[in-house]
């Protein structure tokens, strides 16, 4: 997979827009305050009022964020490409390696691969073309939609400041409370389901990076004429994907594979029947034959072991949704009673998001040559449930100075590639050396780190 997260980055970029649309929006609600809620004609003009604002509320974010738009698209392009590019340099460097141990493999030839090369250019171009048309559909839909909106509150306030709501700030905050708490859902699915600008831009680069990814390492397997590949074994696989963890396929989407490769199902139909969905987190590499024994049964502990980290996994991002909603309500709402409430239903939910751990004891077995100060500091800072799960975190594993906390992103692409006792071990050190010492690391601790 590929090792470059800028998905998060671009998705967090989507986020702050949107939230600067709902807040531009409350801004004005507030600067144009009525003192009296009784009378029609105060509402009259404040409609009026409102209705001019939201002319310039309109002009003003299509000048604003066209542009920071069209920037994060140039971004989208650039990190589609990188990840088709990543996926070629890292399969080579895995055939070759294999080439080493044996396996029987040599190019193709050069007019063929050159053949190859042109065919894949033309899809990577139709896939960010694709990517990119449908990000700015998106763009202009979160704009239409925070429009409409806005007009859409301008006249519920004086409905609800009617049915007797009692203050200014509770009739905006009736009027504003779904649009809030749903944000601003301008995409609707084929399904009916309707999601954020962000969501859908977290889900649909993600997607596009990893189709870029793997068609830069089929890209490569093409030009070595090999089409078989495997899917990789491992912890947590996706529902849809796990009839398919651990089987040998014939990559004909990718790598030019056929069905006269060998006695394997194709690739196409796994996609067909659920493989890499969108948001999919498996993947396959290249299957050597010559070099390779299968392990590719899961048990029936296994199975429900998968089952019950899936359903902890959707309680958690339920969680997270619920918790972001009413930080959204409680930013957003103008009314001290409705923020309030809102603030304490905000933090119920991040209790639940916040799931914390211990370190486990097998990092803390310590090698014969350990020397004891390192045993020591490392059982003190390792009592108490110092690790925490964060699926939006930078990088697979850190160190948070701020909150002495270490971090874990089991979704990170770099996860399942790290050797998790060692760089466990490390933020350890880290952490330690943070409160115990602080940096530069103390020369004796250092030192022990190093042997």
């Known amino acids: 997979?590929?090792?470059?997260?800028?998905?998060?980055?671009?998705?967090?970029?989507?986020?702050?827009?949107?939230?600067?649309?709902?807040?531009?929006?409350?801004?004005?609600?507030?600067?144009?305050?009525?003192?009296?809620?009784?009378?029609?004609?105060?509402?009259?003009?404040?409609?009026?009022e409102q209705l001019r604002s939201l002319e310039k509320y309109r002009k003003e974010n299509q000048e604003r964020?066209?542009?920071?738009?069209?920037?994060?698209?140039?971004?989208?392009?650039?990190?589609?490409?990188?990840?088709?590019?990543?996926?070629?340099?890292?399969?080579?460097?895995a055939i070759l390696e294999a080439i080493k141990k044996g396996f029987p493999a040599r190019r193709v030839s050069p007019g063929a691969s050159a053949a190859f090369f042109r065919l894949n250019q033309r899809k990577l171009e139709a896939l960010i073309r694709a990517t990119t048309s449908d990000m700015e559909k998106a763009e202009t839909a979160v704009l239409r939609m925070a429009n409409d909106q806005y007009r859409k509150i301008i006249f519920n306030a004086q409905v609800y400041a009617n049915s007797g709501a009692g203050t200014y700030e509770k009739a905006v905050d009736m009027a504003t409370k779904d649009f809030i708490a749903a944000g601003l859902?301008?995409?609707?699915?084929?399904?009916?389901?309707?999601h954020t600008l962000a969501d859908y831009a977290n889900m649909a680069i993600r997607t596009?990076?990893?189709?870029?990814?793997?068609?830069?390492?089929?890209?490569?397997?093409?030009?070595?004429?090999?089409?078989t590949v495997i899917m990789n074994k491992r912890g947590n696989p996706c529902p849809k994907c796990?009839?398919?963890?651990?089987?040998?396929?014939?990559?004909?989407?990718?790598?030019?594979?056929?069905?006269?490769?060998?006695?394997?199902?194709?690739?196409?139909?796994?996609i067909a029947a659920g493989l890499y969905h969108p948001r999919c987190r498996d993947s396959h590499t290249t299957y050597f034959p010559e070099l390779e024994d299968l392990d590719n049964e899961y048990s029936k502990k296994d199975i429900e072991d998968i089952e019950e980290q899936n359903r902890k996994e959707a309680r958690q991002q339920y969680a997270e949704r619920q918790e972001k909603k009413f930080h959204r309500l409680a930013s957003f709402s103008l009314d001290p009673e409705n923020k309030s409430k809102y603030r304490a239903k905000e933090k119920e939910w991040s209790q639940e998001t916040e799931d914390r751990y211990k370190v486990p004891d097998e990092v803390k077995v310590p090698r014969s040559d350990t020397p004891q100060i390192m045993i020591d500091l490392v059982d003190q800072y390792t009592r108490d449930e110092c690790i925490k799960i964060d699926e939006l975190s930078e990088y697979a594993f850190s160190y948070d100075l701020d909150n002495d906390l270490i971090i874990i992103n089991p979704r990170h692409p770099q996860y399942e590639e790290e050797n998790y006792k060692h760089v466990l071990a490390h933020e350890i050190a880290h952490r330690i050396d943070h409160n115990e010492y602080g940096s530069p690391m103390y020369a004796e601790f250092a030192e022990a780190i190093k042997n």
């Open 208 to 227: 596009a990076s990893k189709r870029a990814y793997l068609q830069g390492e089929g890209q490569k397997r093409q030009e070595w004429g090999i089409s």
């Open 185 to 194: 859902n301008c995409v609707e699915y084929a399904n009916g389901s309707r």
């Open 65 to 93: 964020f066209g542009t920071k738009f069209k920037d994060i698209n140039n971004r989208i392009e650039a990190l589609i490409s990188t990840a088709r590019d990543e996926g070629d340099m890292e399969q080579e460097i």
């Open 1 to 48: 997979m590929p090792k470059i997260n800028s998905e998060y980055d671009i998705g967090a970029a989507f986020e702050a827009i949107e939230n600067e649309l709902i807040a531009s929006m409350i801004r004005n609600m507030r600067r144009h305050k009525i003192e009296e809620i009784d009378e029609d004609k105060q509402w009259s003009m404040w409609q009026t």
């Open 242 to 270: 796990l009839p398919f963890v651990g089987k040998i396929l014939i990559d004909d989407v990718w790598s030019g594979g056929s069905a006269k490769d060998g006695p394997y199902p194709l690739m196409s139909a796994a």
